[in-house]
């Protein structure tokens, strides 16, 4: 059964900085797209960052470009997401999830619980 758990959500004060992290099981990044989505209050839930399949091409939205980085740690089965610069607009709550082509746009079969973020002075 595949599994995603997130961690790392806190309350940072704009301009700061946190690191979201996503263990997962189950499956494998060879044949397997990962990304990470944000919900925030009253909006629809949007994708911020993807990895294609096969350790393939990242992407990013435009709003975070420059500001958030996805990275991995194959021995840890894990990935993270390195947020700086922190917006109050990046407040949400933050999911990882796990599907075929996700980077083009198809539905994850599998998410994490979501962690929250709240960016706020």
């Known amino acids: 059964q595949a599994q995603l758990v997130e961690s790392g959500g806190d309350l940072v004060q704009p301009g700061g900085s946190l690191r979201l992290s996503c263990a997962f099981s189950?499956?494998?990044?060879?044949?397997?797209?990962i990304a990470w989505y944000r919900q925030a209050p009253g909006k629809e839930r949007e994708r911020v960052s993807c990895?294609?399949?096969?350790?393939?091409?990242?992407y990013y939205a435009d709003s975070v470009k420059g500001r958030f980085a996805f990275t991995r740690d194959n021995a840890k089965n894990t990935v993270y997401l390195q947020m700086n610069n922190l917006k109050p607009e990046d407040t949400g709550v933050y999911y990882c999830?796990?599907?075929?082509?996700?980077?083009?746009?198809?539905?994850?079969?599998?998410w994490g619980q979501g962690t929250q973020v709240t960016v706020s002075s």
């Open positions: 999830a796990a599907g075929d082509y996700l980077c083009i746009g198809t539905t994850p079969w599998r």
């Open positions: 990895m294609s399949e096969n350790y393939g091409t990242i």
């Open positions: 189950g499956f494998t990044l060879d044949t397997t797209a």
